[in-house]
C-alpha cells in the first residue's frame, strides 16, 4: 500500500488499441486498482481467389481443415469399439444367466 504503479499498453498483432478503463498510474490502496486495457480485431481484407491461385487455394483449404480437427490423443478406434461389443456382451450374459436363476428359483 501506498507504492506507485505504471501499466503499459501492448502492440498486440492483428489489434488496434481503443482505450483504457481505470487509471495507468497511479498509487496501491488498500482497494483493488484495475486497469483493462480495450482493443479492436483488425478487418482482414477477404482476397478474392483468383483462378492463377488455385494450387494455392488447395492447399491453404487443407490447411484449414487441419487446424479444425480434433487434436489427436493416441485412441485407437478399434480397441473402443472391441471394448463396447465386450461390455454389451457381458451385459447381455449377466441377464441371461439372472434371468435363468430366476426360472430355475420359482
Given at each position: 500500500?501506498?507504492?506507485?504503479?505504471?501499466?503499459?499498453?501492448?502492440?498486440?498483432?492483428?489489434?488496434?488499441?481503443?482505450?483504457?478503463?481505470?487509471?495507468?498510474?497511479?498509487?496501491?490502496?488498500?482497494?483493488?486498482q484495475?486497469?483493462?486495457?480495450?482493443?479492436?480485431?483488425?478487418?482482414?481484407?477477404?482476397?478474392?481467389?483468383?483462378?492463377?491461385?488455385?494450387?494455392?487455394?488447395?492447399?491453404?483449404m487443407?490447411n484449414?481443415?487441419?487446424?479444425?480437427?480434433?487434436?489427436?490423443?493416441?485412441?485407437?478406434?478399434?480397441?473402443?469399439?472391441?471394448m463396447?461389443?465386450l461390455?454389451?456382451?457381458?451385459?447381455?450374459?449377466?441377464?441371461?444367466?439372472?434371468?435363468?436363476?430366476?426360472?430355475?428359483?420359482?
Amino acid at each position: 500500500v501506498g507504492d506507485a504503479y505504471t501499466t503499459d499498453q501492448k502492440t498486440i498483432a492483428g489489434y488496434t488499441f481503443k482505450e483504457v478503463q481505470g487509471s495507468a498510474t497511479g498509487t496501491f490502496t488498500d482497494q483493488a486498482q484495475t486497469v483493462t486495457y480495450i482493443y479492436m480485431k483488425n478487418n482482414i481484407p477477404v482476397n478474392p481467389i483468383s483462378p492463377q491461385s488455385s494450387s494455392n487455394s488447395t492447399s491453404r483449404m487443407n490447411n484449414t481443415a487441419t487446424s479444425n480437427s480434433l487434436p489427436r490423443t493416441g485412441e485407437k478406434q478399434g480397441i473402443t469399439v472391441l471394448m463396447f461389443i465386450l461390455g454389451i456382451s457381458l451385459i447381455g450374459v449377466s441377464l441371461i444367466l439372472a434371468f435363468f436363476k430366476n426360472v430355475k428359483n420359482n
